[in-house]
């Protein structure tokens, strides 16, 4: 299970796990998670030719349940060596929940790694105050906070984002913080020190022992403030010409970057990808994990397109509402007005998380220890 806050990189460095394993001659299920349906994740997953189940409407330690199905599916279609499990972005207390569930119910089926738990060091360097720069309320640090308090392992991702001073400064910040956990630096976007945590990870075993003192009430007001959008959406040009969809995609961001930043919003993250109708393997995707960022195109799709699916997600710290207008806004100014698309929303959700309320919340004293 690799967690972190929104927009640390978790999928990225997950796809690049599964292909350093896959490389090994090993099986990789990839399991997504997420409070909607439709995930970006899930789509660059099977962009990469991963098997992949989806959970959706909760986090696993809501979902706990849906957790154990989806290994058991993916079981009896692919038989994985090795799941890679990636948390909603906004959800703690994940050792307790479902770490520690899994160790003391199932743990004749699976051997759990240790917690992984990644940063953006510019979010970082942000929430913890050792730069300026917009910040979160109160109550959503306090769930970023948590995430690192039960972390085994601290990634510091994008690593060249910052520089050295930068980086050895919040280095020396999270052995200050958080002396428990091991620190790794890496950059998945760019490859660098990724076998030191593919290696950690894969040939360790988790402790189990960071069961947090956690107050549920901030947890989940601080779950609250955040705005949840997926949308899945159909287009064509209305001449029946080609688009360019690198193009596209990376103008929405850029568009809907600028409606929330006139209001003085804050994005946790912006994540769309763009395939041509019936092609899954073809992908465009697009990335904004701060407001004062430009959208960062990962992904690129070979040619131009005759008609394209685009999946949104984005969550920022704002009333799902002034999310659901904006895209409309987007899609009708930047798809329709200026570059002559027609364009249908097949699905679409704005809402806010509900109260996190787990299936399972073990602690150390409940919990039965296994032996290796």
């Known amino acids: ?8 990189g978790k999928t990225t460095s997950i796809q690049k796990f599964a292909q350093h394993l896959t490389a090994q001659g090993l099986k990789v ?15 660059l997953g099977r962009s990469n030719r991963f098997p992949v189940e989806e959970i959706s409407g909760g986090c696993f330690c809501c979902r706990f349940n849906s957790l154990i199905d989806a290994a058991h599916n993916l079981t009896s279609t692919t038989r994985p060596d090795v799941f890679l499990a990636e948390p909603v972005g906004s959800c703690t207390d994940l050792m307790a929940t479902v770490t520690l569930p899994l160790q003391s119910i199932y743990g004749d089926q699976f051997t759990v790694s240790p917690f992984s738990v990644l940063v953006d060091p510019v979010r970082a360097r942000r929430v913890f105050g050792l730069e300026s720069g917009k910040k979160f309320s109160d109550n959503v640090h306090y769930i970023y906070r948590k995430q690192l308090e039960e972390a085994e392992i601290i990634v510091i991702n994008k690593t060249d984002l910052v520089s050295e001073e930068e980086r050895e400064e919040l280095h020396a910040f999270f052995k200050g913080e958080f002396p428990g956990a091991r620190i790794i630096e890496m950059s998945a976007r760019e490859g660098r020190n990724l076998e030191s945590w593919f290696e950690t990870v894969y040939h360790g075993e988790t402790e189990a022992s960071r069961i947090l003192d956690i107050d549920y009430q901030r947890y989940g007001d601080g779950e609250a403030l955040l705005g949840w959008l997926n949308a899945t959406v159909r287009m ?18 850029t568009g809907l970057r600028d409606l929330l930043e006139v209001r003085g919003l804050e994005v946790a993250h912006l994540k769309m990808t763009l395939t041509p109708e019936g092609d899954p393997y073809d992908i465009a995707a697009v990335n904004l994990v701060r407001s004062d960022q430009q959208p960062e195109l990962s992904h690129h799709l070979a040619e131009e397109l005759e008609s394209g699916e685009l999946l949104v997600n984005m ?32 699905h679409t959700q704005h809402f806010r998380p509900g109260f996190p309320t787990p299936t399972h919340r073990f602690t150390s004293s409940t919990a039965v220890p296994l032996s290796k």
């Open 315 to 346: 969550r920022a710290e704002a009333d799902p509402d002034i999310l659901e207008k904006a895209v409309q806004a987007a899609f009708e100014k930047l798809l329709r007005q200026d570059r002559g698309l027609k364009y249908e929303i097949a």
């Open 236 to 253: 064509k040009r209305e001449d029946g010409e080609e688009f360019d969809g690198n193009e596209i995609i990376q103008s929405l961001a």
């Open 1 to 8: 299970m690799i967690g972190g806050f929104l927009g640390a």
């Open 29 to 43: 299920g990839l399991i997504t998670n997420d409070q909607g349906m439709g995930l970006v994740d899930s789509a």
